[in-house]
């Protein structure tokens, strides 16, 4: 019997201290989650910043291109009237006054070819932006979600009170007058089978909530690009992208065959995303060339171009993988 009272107590301060090692446990668990959770919505906030201004951006672009497809239509109708004026000359330099009509209406047609393209290009990104926008935005709400979440938890488990320690009870003797009889002789008794533990896992098991899941910190490639894209997003925030700029088009060309142009986002800052191969690529931008090394498993990714042209002689070049940005 007295056996039985040990365990009794042992097992109510096994599960004292085991719900307060779990409370612990569990807050820093939570804790840990709740901050990596802020930094997620943090980067997703400097992403929606970015896309608000690249969607500003190509916004002026297609306003920018639609006026400079008018004016290729208009260019081109002035070279057809003036083809169709030289060829009903009869002059001496006829002959050559039309091959330089041909010729200005060749152009105006190129031209007018390449504005529509410009244009067509344009409007797609704006939609493909809106897109990813509304994504970006969808996944800001999850993040503010779980955050509120974690921190309610955080604090049930700040509020829970612990399990007082319980008090002993001393069992007092009982004296009887019954007649002596003989003490029997001593029977070897089976070891009890240790019940107290299998409880003890029980009620533990019972009183511990569900594992919180472990956030994988950032990389310090991950941390690079979030940094790139925080500067990028505090040098444009509400900068104006139709005023002044060091370039009126700058582009980025990929292994001299893929062709981008990078975004002005306002202050001398211009973005861009290419798709490189695997292995070594070659990106210029004006007069300069750029060398990136492609990891195998990182082909055909879309990278970031960041273009800084404070300094219009020594502007900065930045790259990185796309994907350095998901959370």
Do not use: H
Not at 257 to 275: A, I, P, S, T
Not at 310 to 325: G, S, W
């Amino acid at each position: 019997m007295l056996f039985y009272r040990t365990a009794s107590f042992c097992l109510a301060l096994a599960v004292c201290f085991t719900s307060q090692w779990v409370s612990a446990n569990t807050k820093a668990e939570l804790t840990a989650a709740l901050n990596n959770t802020q930094a997620k919505l943090e980067n997703k906030e400097t992403s929606i910043a970015t896309l608000e201004s690249r969607l500003s951006s190509y916004a002026n672009r297609e306003t920018d291109a639609q006026e400079k497809l008018e004016k290729a239509k208009a260019e081109l109708t002035a070279a057809q009237q003036e083809l169709t004026q030289a060829r009903a000359s009869t002059g001496d330099e006829a002959v050559v006054q039309q091959e330089l009509a041909q010729k200005k209406v060749e152009l105006a047609l190129n031209g007018l070819e390449s504005r529509k393209k410009r244009l067509e290009s344009t409007s797609e990104k704006l939609t493909s932006l809106n897109t990813e926008l509304k994504a970006a935005q969808a996944d800001r709400q999850t993040l503010k979600i779980k955050s509120a979440t974690l921190e309610t938890q955080i604090a049930a488990v700040r509020n829970t009170p612990s399990a007082p320690a319980p008090k002993a009870t001393p069992t007092k003797p009982v004296y009887t007058t019954a007649p002596v009889t003989p003490t029997p002789a001593p029977i070897a008794l089976k070891e009890p089978e240790p019940a107290v533990n299998t409880v003890a896992a029980t009620v533990q098991a019972a009183v511990e909530p569900a594992p919180v899941k472990a956030d994988t910190p950032p990389t310090a490639q991950e941390r690079y690009a979030r940094d790139e894209m925080k500067a990028l997003a505090a040098k444009t925030k509400g900068a104006d992208t139709s005023g002044y700029r060091q370039f009126s088009e700058l582009y980025v060309e990929a292994n001299n065959r893929d062709k981008e142009e990078l975004e002005f986002l306002g202050n001398n800052q211009y973005y861009g995303e290419v798709k490189l191969t695997a292995g070594s690529n070659k990106l210029e931008i004006r007069n300069r060339t750029f060398k990136v090394n492609v990891p195998d498993d990182q082909e055909g990714d879309i990278f970031v171009v960041i273009y800084d042209a404070e300094n219009r002689q020594k502007a900065r070049f930045v790259i990185f993988n796309k994907n350095l940005l998901k959370y």
